[in-house]
């Protein structure tokens, strides 16, 4: 089999480690700045650590290789696909990595189709300078069965989605609403401790909280019981938002918090589950697409 990579950056050259220590020699590879003055030196020394044949035109990569990847930027991966698809050999599999929306996987997959050639939208759940080749892959579309099949000799952590090109990227990036969120509130909360000089004592009554059940159990109980009281909660998260007003401390995150709960209110949860508290969060996030 052989393998080969467009774009040749950090998460190309991590797997190409990888799999290189697991016996895979035949890797080749094109990056548009293997040339280039400030970048070009990086590339061509990690393509010489990792054994892998530096190609000067794309075409000469994916003319000849089994398994594509393509780990470009996610505005440049539909140009790209279409750009590549017409030199691919017919039985290879195009696999993207980039961190594109779900609609552009879904796009760049029919595409692939319509050349004949089968897809695999593909997205990494962790680091690769941690995991490089085993990195936590999530993979959807119609080469995903192949691309398993082809790569199972080397050892790669790759889990089936669906079928249905975007669906492995969507898991990513409404992954990113809460993994990227989640910090973003961290340093307001923090900084607002810090402010007022109670950061240890509302580190360990956080801590309490969520460290006393699962992840999964916090979950439902905070949706389930705002679901009830967000109108409650937005008038309390007011009083916290003037608070860090007079402190001159940032409150975006509480600000969009705030709202976000006051659109919750609209729905009237309350009346409609008869002031009960629902017992799933199935059940209030089926309530509110109903109600749209």
């Known amino acids: 089999m052989k393998l080969g990579f467009i774009g040749f950056g950090e998460a190309s050259y991590e797997m190409s480690m990888g799999l290189k220590e697991e016996g895979l020699k035949n890797i080749v590879a094109f990056d548009p700045l293997c040339n280039d003055a ?12 990792a054994s892998v044949v530096l190609k000067n035109e794309p075409e000469k990569v994916v ?12 505005d440049k991966a539909l140009p790209v696909s279409q750009s590549l698809m017409p030199n691919l050999k ?16 879904k796009e760049i997959s029919q595409y692939a189709s319509e050349k004949g050639i089968t897809f695999v939208d593909v997205a990494m759940m962790g680091p690769l300078p941690v995991y490089k080749h085993q990195v936590p892959i999530l993979a959807s579309g119609d080469g995903t069965d192949k691309f398993i099949e082809l790569m199972s000799d080397y050892n790669m952590n790759i889990s089936k989605v669906s079928n249905n090109a975007g669906e492995a990227s969507a898991v990513k990036l409404i992954r990113s609403i809460f993994m990227k969120g989640l910090p973003s509130l961290l340093f307001e909360m923090l900084e607002a401790a810090r402010k007022f000089n109670v950061e240890d004592l509302v580190v360990k009554s956080i801590g309490e909280t969520m460290d006393s059940k699962t992840f999964e159990e916090t979950m439902n109980r905070l949706v389930t019981g705002t679901s009830i009281h967000a109108l409650r909660r937005s008038v309390e998260l ?14 975006l995150m509480s600000k969009g918090a705030c709202e976000k709960l006051r659109k919750i209110g609209e729905f009237n949860f309350k009346e409609k589950f008869a002031g009960k508290t629902p017992s799933s969060w199935t059940r209030v996030i089926d309530a509110m697409q109903e109600s749209r």
Do not use: H, W
Not at 39 to 45: A, C, H, K, M, S
Not at 238 to 251: F, H, R, S, T
């Open 38 to 49: 400030k970048f070009g030196g990086l590339i061509q020394e990690r393509a010489n650590k």
């Open 63 to 74: 003319s000849e290789v089994d398994v594509l990847i393509v780990a470009v930027p996610a």
């Open 90 to 105: 017919e039985d290879c599999i195009y696999i993207d990595v980039s961190a594109s929306t779900p609609d552009v996987k």
């Open 238 to 251: 007011q009083g916290a938002i003037k608070m860090l007003e007079a402190a001159k401390v940032d409150n």
